[in-house]
């Protein structure tokens, strides 16, 4: 044995975590989550209206099938109306924008029960500012 400690160098290697790239779809549910906690989100047309008038929307959510034309003229006349515009974000089904929303029962296994469809849902507060936002708010127009 020697009288002098020997000292190996290991390099270490710095693993950068990539975080997954969310998808405009997996952002909307995020950014409802986080809305829904903080209670910012006006679901239903009576509720949107309201929050429309009032000038405290951030973001307005619709579906693209509305069977009445004049629900989709009213929120999108009252999205523009305003002093800034409101960006609007379409989504497909109503059944699945209810269930983003909370509008259902949650079984115990976690799987939505008796969900309700939403034809509009509108933010009021984001609640958390995250890069899901960022993502939502690319896909919408004014």
């Known amino acids: 044995m020697s009288d002098v400690e020997q000292i190996e160098q290991v390099e270490v290697e710095e693993v950068v975590a990539q975080q997954p790239v969310n998808t405009f779809e997996d952002s909307l549910k995020e950014v409802l989550r986080n809305a829904l906690i903080h209670d910012g989100l006006s679901r239903g047309l009576k509720e949107s209206v309201k929050t429309l008038t009032k000038g ?66 509108v933010i009021k507060n984001f609640g958390v500012d995250s890069k899901a936002i960022d993502v939502v708010l690319s896909q919408a127009s004014e």
Do not use: M
């Open 56 to 121: 405290e929307a951030e973001l307005v959510i619709l579906v693209e099938s509305v069977t009445e034309e004049s629900i989709k003229n009213l929120i999108k006349g009252l999205a523009k109306s305003g002093e800034e515009a409101v960006p609007i974000v379409y989504v497909s089904d109503a059944k699945q924008l209810g269930e983003w929303a909370g509008l259902g029962k949650v079984d115990r296994e976690g799987n939505a029960r008796k969900v309700v469809g939403a034809s509009v849902v």
